[in-house]
Nanobody, 129 residues
């Protein structure tokens, strides 16, 4: 019943920046993890970044650490992914997903796509000259 709607994708040149937004609603659990995943053509879906609402801990894949920043706006119930220094290999469909509050003690595992319960529809990010 959780609904996630991504926005903010588009075409950007290498080295540029983009901010993705995920509007979330319908949570029945107060604490949960929510994050961003991406899938490029011919590749498996991978975790990009996620955040735990219980303690605010954030997690990043090695490929984006230092370039991407995840944040959460509680007032708007929105999660953001600020993407800087974008590279062509960042090109993918980006999905917002949540564990629906099921990870609990194991929130540090929120970069694993298989552990997510609800997904958004995805937004295309293309990094190209």
């Amino acid at each position: 019943q959780v609904q996630l709607v991504e926005s903010g994708g588009g075409l950007v040149q290498p080295g540029g920046s983009l901010r993705l937004s995920c509007a979330a609603s319908g949570f029945t659990s107060f604490y949960y993890t929510i994050g961003w995943f991406r899938q490029a053509p011919g590749m498996e879906r991978e975790g990009v970044s996620c955040i735990s609402t219980s303690d605010g801990s954030t997690y990043y894949s090695d490929s984006v650490q230092g370039r991407f920043t995840i944040s959460r706006d509680n007032a708007e119930n929105t999660v953001y992914l600020q993407m800087n220094s974008l590279k062509p290999e960042d090109t993918a469909v980006y999905y917002c997903a949540t564990d629906d509050g099921n990870l609990g003690y194991y929130s540090s595992m929120c970069l694993r796509p298989s552990l997510m319960g609800s997904w958004g529809q995805g937004t295309q990010v293309t990094v190209s000259s």
